[in-house]
């Protein structure tokens, strides 16, 4: 796989994962170090992850929509990747059923990644969304 698909599908891994509360297998696609700055607070490494994963409200359904990624080498080993990110979410009640209904996305934005190779794997260094509509 090449560099850049490598980049791709561990992007995409990870925001799948995350669509289906599968925190753990976030884990794998984060450097030790990894940053990730959210809306709710900043996480640091796989271990932030677990800490935040913990308090999470539960029934949150929510769904990421990526596509136009485009990549720049920053180093041999670090890549700036930047995509776009559609967010649909629900907060379900207890008893809500699937589908949701929905009125649109709450947010379109940009997620921007660094991405380091450790270890032969390309793993997300820092993470962080910049909003460029939000549901009025």
């Known amino acids: 796989m090449t560099d850049q698909l490598e980049c791709q599908q561990n992007l995409l891994a990870f925001m799948g994962h995350f669509d289906m509360d599968e925190f753990q ?17 900043v996480l640091h490494g796989p271990e932030g992850l677990r800490a935040w994963a913990a308090k999470r409200q539960p029934g949150i359904l929510v769904r990421h929509v990526l596509s136009n990624f485009r990549m720049r080498a920053i180093s041999e080993h670090e890549v700036h990747v930047v995509s776009y990110a559609m967010v649909f979410r629900k907060d379900l009640q207890p008893g809500d059923a699937t589908p949701a209904p929905m009125a649109g996305p709450v947010l379109m934005g940009r997620y921007e990644d660094v991405m380091r190779k450790v270890d032969g794997r390309w793993l997300i260094a820092h ?10």
């Open 25 to 41: 297998a976030m884990e794998v696609y984060l450097a030790p170090d990894a940053v990730w700055v959210r809306a709710d607070g």
């Open 127 to 136: 993470k962080s969304v910049k909003l460029d509509f939000k549901l009025a």
